[in-house]
């Protein structure tokens, strides 16, 4: 069991530029969660994912962001048209179904947009 | 709509000096309650569920409780090394998704 693994650690983009993330959840695990986090917040949940169906999105959650779990297995996220205000950690989690609902994080990507 | 409000903020304590972390919530049947340990530019670890009053779970120097409205993580005898944020999150009723609070600070001084 080798964890949730994201790539880019660190992305550093201009605004208005489009980014993508990658999440590898633990491999048996079928849910999928992507979550943000600012400096002294906690996690804020975005979207989550049960095999390859999104379940659930926040309302606050624009349209500039866009997820997929194409297989079921990694998920990626995309943000369109960058704004300064998307700074911040992007974090994943996974879970496996009907198993004491407990998430484990990746690292995250920690998202700087000039 | 639940609610996650953890207290202090910030606490600083000497090494070996015990103390408690608190978490209370709101929440409409509470299905899970959930300690993380965050250190900087990391995610969060996993450290415990609870799932009813009265439940206790332990892992080295901590121990989390659990009550109707709160929960407490104790640290007993800190070391440098327990420095981070910890970080209480619930789940309720048919949801899957957590609500996280805002952490708490700590630091351990040697």
């Known amino acids: 069991d080798t964890g949730v693994s994201q790539d880019p650690r660190h992305k550093i983009t201009k605004r208005g530029q489009n980014v993508t993330f990658r999440c590898d959840p633990i491999?048996?695990?079928?849910?999928l969660y992507w979550y943000r986090q600012t400096l002294g917040q906690g996690p804020e949940f975005l979207t989550y994912?049960?095999?390859?169906?999104?379940?659930?999105k926040s309302r606050l959650l624009s349209d500039r962001f866009s997820a997929e779990r194409p297989k079921g297995s990694f998920s990626t996220l995309e943000i369109q048209r960058t704004e300064q205000g998307d700074s911040a950690m992007y974090l994943c989690?996974?879970?496996?179904?009907?198993?004491?609902?407990?998430?484990?994080f990746g690292p995250g990507t920690r998202l700087t947009v000039t | 709509e639940d609610q996650v409000t953890q207290s202090p903020e910030a606490l600083r304590l000497q090494e070996g000096e015990s103390s408690s972390l608190n978490c209370s919530y709101t929440?409409?049947?509470?299905?899970?309650l959930f300690w993380y340990r965050q250190d900087p530019g990391k995610g969060p670890e996993f450290l415990f569920t609870?799932?009813?009053a009265g439940e206790e779970k332990e892992k080295e120097r901590l121990k989390a409780t659990l009550t109707k409205k709160e929960s407490f993580l104790h640290i007993t005898a800190p070391k440098p090394e327990d420095s981070a944020t910890y970080l209480c999150?619930?789940?309720?009723?048919?949801?899957?998704?957590?609500?996280f609070g805002r952490g708490t600070s700590l630091i351990v001084h040697p």
């Open positions: 491999s048996e695990h079928n849910r």
């Open positions: 994912f049960q095999n390859e169906a999104q379940l659930e």
């Open positions: 989690a996974s879970s496996l179904r009907d198993h004491s609902y407990e998430q484990y």
């Open positions: 999150a619930v789940l309720s009723g048919g949801s899957y998704i957590p609500t």
């Open positions: 929440v409409s049947g509470l299905r899970g």
């Open positions: 609870l799932y009813s």
